[in-house]
């Protein structure tokens, strides 16, 4: 069982933003920028491109939802996406809150986020969430 398994679980807390019967999003804990989000299927598959076509497709417009209400509840220029996925064998897509595209640097992580204020941040992007 993945960690984002575990997440979508319950088991680990997490500052939860928008799920459905398959698809979980939820802000990242080292985020590169106020508001990253992850978005991922409840379905553990690790390479976002072995997920069927159909699932695939219904992330995207899922993730899209996410990334509209992010844009609504933070100032930003546009929400940059992105796949990595080599840390966590599990499928996932970042949510990035963009200014400049300097703002995707994942070698640049906010030091211990504030836990007050990522609350509120997940509160906001699940209320602008439609």
């Given at each position: 069982?993945?960690i984002?398994s575990?997440?979508?679980?319950g088991?680990i807390p997490?500052?939860?933003v928008?799920e459905?019967?398959k698809f979980?999003?939820?802000?990242?804990?080292?985020?590169?920028?106020w508001g990253?989000t992850?978005?991922?299927p409840?379905?553990?598959e690790d390479?976002?491109?072995?997920?069927?076509?159909?699932d695939?497709a219904?992330?995207m417009v899922?993730?899209?939802?996410?990334?509209?209400g992010?844009?609504?509840?933070l100032?930003?220029?546009k929400?940059?996406?992105t796949?990595?996925?080599?840390?966590?064998?599990?499928?996932?897509i970042h949510?990035?809150?963009?200014?400049?595209e300097?703002?995707?640097?994942?070698?640049?992580k906010?030091d211990?986020?504030?836990a007050?204020?990522?609350?509120?941040?997940?509160?906001?992007?699940?209320s602008?969430?439609e």
């Amino acid at each position: 069982m993945t960690i984002f398994s575990r997440i979508i679980a319950g088991e680990i807390p997490c500052y939860k933003v928008a799920e459905n019967d398959k698809f979980f999003a939820f802000l990242d804990i080292n985020p590169v920028n106020w508001g990253h989000t992850l978005v991922v299927p409840k379905k553990e598959e690790d390479y976002i491109f072995d997920i069927a076509d159909e699932d695939l497709a219904e992330m995207m417009v899922f993730a899209k939802k996410v990334a509209k209400g992010i844009k609504k509840a933070l100032p930003c220029r546009k929400v940059g996406v992105t796949v990595l996925g080599l840390e966590v064998p599990h499928a996932h897509i970042h949510l990035v809150p963009l200014q400049k595209e300097g703002d995707m640097d994942f070698k640049s992580k906010i030091d211990n986020p504030d836990a007050e204020k990522m609350k509120e941040i997940a509160e906001a992007i699940a209320s602008n969430i439609e």
